[in-house]
């Protein structure tokens, strides 16, 4: 099987640890036409996969710490105490996790499953190898008998090899990951969800609830998630061989009501020509222009479920924190699209 491509094998057959999409070039990831759309459109933006190089990656660690960063905690909560639930209404299935991070909370789905029904297999997304291999490393020193498959893409790549995993399947999206996709992407991966998964396969989603505006600013204002977002121009710029000048930008968030969502924008502080050479790709940026690095949905659970009944997801329930600021709602497909 030629690696980087859906795979013929039957995942949950293969041995306990497997890597699928190593030798897939990091081109066909980080698509630089699609980032030269991005920069060129009004407004500019930058896709949120940006956040995620290695430095990044640690940064969006150090943020799920940080005390107003309330997501991670909420969400590790609601996993903590309902785990055991959640695998009593799916039954026995195989794990395969949307942008896997190092699956620290994942952990508590995987012992959950473990338990009730015996081994188990998990097959993490995500376009960074490296935290894969971190996630490998914990999780098998922790879990020796799980099948580990790590698939290097991003996730309409990802979904078409773990659309190979034997078995009824539970696709788990965490970190409130789809509330970063933009109305026409959340679409396009459900329908990829309901089109290559079964009738029957279930989708465990964790999302932001909205909620007050100083509460949410805070979460994205602290010092961690100011260093993520500035660290995206230094990831283009060596990615790409550019020259952003980052201290020329300033991390600015906002709760936009109307669009029931965060964004987080990087300002430009002077005018500036901006070069990414390995793109051929010139642009010029006005002072006090604004880039859109990221979008964070906070939902109405009513309206957030209509989305995915579009789709052929069925709600089936959602769990809540003691707060009530987070949900981990959980799917079920009912309908071929
Ligand atoms: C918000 S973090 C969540 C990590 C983890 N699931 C958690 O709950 O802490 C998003 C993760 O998705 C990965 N990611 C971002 N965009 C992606 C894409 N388009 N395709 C696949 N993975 C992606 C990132 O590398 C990162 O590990």
């Not at 695998?87 to 896997?100: F, K, M, N």
């Not at 498959?149 to 399947?169: C, D, F, P, R, S």
């Not at 952003?244 to 965060?262: G, I, P, T, Y």
Request: glycine content about 6%.
């Amino acid at each position: 099987m030629p690696q980087g491509h859906p795979s013929k094998h039957k995942l949950g057959e293969r041995q306990k640890r497997t890597i699928i999409g190593a030798d897939l070039p990091e081109t066909e990831i980080f698509r630089g036409d699609l980032l030269i759309q991005s920069l060129s459109a009004s407004p500019r933006s930058i896709g949120s996969m940006y956040y995620y190089d290695d430095t990044g990656s640690a940064l969006f660690e150090r943020l799920c710490q940080e005390d107003s960063y309330y997501l991670f905690r909420a969400e590790e909560e609601i996993l903590a105490q309902y785990t055991k639930s959640i695998a009593d209404v799916t039954g026995p299935v195989s794990l395969v996790e949307l942008g896997a991070g190092t699956a620290q909370k994942t952990t508590l789905l995987i012992n959950a499953y473990m338990e009730k029904h015996g081994s188990t297999s998990y097959a993490a997304i995500d376009i960074n190898r490296s935290i894969l291999e971190k996630a490998a490393e914990n999780l098998l020193s922790m879990t020796p008998d799980l099948n580990f498959t790590g698939i290097i893409g991003v996730y309409q790549t990802g979904l078409e090899h773990a659309a190979n995993v034997t078995g009824q399947k539970l696709l788990v999206c965490l970190g409130a990951s789809a509330g970063n996709m933009y109305d026409d992407e959340l679409h396009r991966l459900l329908h990829s969800v309901s089109s290559l998964f079964s009738l029957g396969d279930y989708f465990l989603v964790g999302i932001d609830l909205d909620k007050r505006s100083d509460i949410l600013e805070a979460a994205y204002n602290n010092q961690s998630a100011i260093l993520t977002n500035l660290c995206v121009l230094q990831h283009l710029n060596w990615r790409f061989d550019g020259n952003f000048n980052v201290f020329q930008f300033r991390h600015v968030a906002f709760h936009n009501k109307s669009l029931c969502r965060m964004e987080a924008h990087l300002e430009a502080m002077q005018a500036q020509s901006v070069n990414l050479k390995r793109l051929d790709f010139s642009f010029f940026l006005e002072k006090g222009e604004m880039i859109r690095t990221e979008i964070m949905r906070k939902v109405n659970l009513l309206t957030f479920n209509d989305i995915f009944i579009k789709h052929g997801l069925n709600p089936v329930h959602h769990w809540t924190d003691s707060k009530r600021r987070y949900a981990v709602c959980l799917f079920q497909i009912v309908n071929a699209p």
